[in-house]
């Protein structure tokens, strides 16, 4: 499969985007149900959002789609000094376990959960 520049470009912002929640933020997702539980149905917002409201979704990678939305979310952020356990924390995590998990796929929603961290 030919990776375009777009999924180069996004995955590598995702991955920036991973190191900046950090060791810390990840650590705390593995060891904290309720918190998993929210990045869980933050993931399925996400997933929901861009599914029916970006038309032609479905012909797009998903690490592309997810990227931009990110993008999007800490350009439009009224705290730029968020954590991994803020509201947009959370939803970030949510959009970087998404883009694993779908990466140049495009993006379904036949994926009944998060994969778990371990």
Not at 2 to 21: C, F, G, H, P
Not at 32 to 41: C, G
């Amino acid at each position: 499969m030919r990776v375009t520049w777009r999924e180069k470009n996004a995955r590598q912002w995702i991955s920036e985007l991973s190191d900046r929640i950090g060791v810390a933020g990840w650590a705390a997702l593995a060891i904290t149900p309720a918190l998993a539980a929210e990045v869980d149905q933050h993931g399925a917002a996400v997933r929901d959002i861009l599914l029916l409201g970006v038309e032609g979704a479905g012909t797009v990678g998903a690490v592309v789609l997810l990227a931009a939305y990110g993008r999007g979310l800490l350009d439009n952020a009224l705290d730029p000094d968020w954590t991994p356990t803020s509201w947009l924390g959370v939803r970030l995590m949510a959009v970087c376990q998404l883009a694993h998990l779908h990466d140049a796929k495009p993006l379904t929603d036949d994926v009944p959960a998060l994969p778990k961290l371990t």
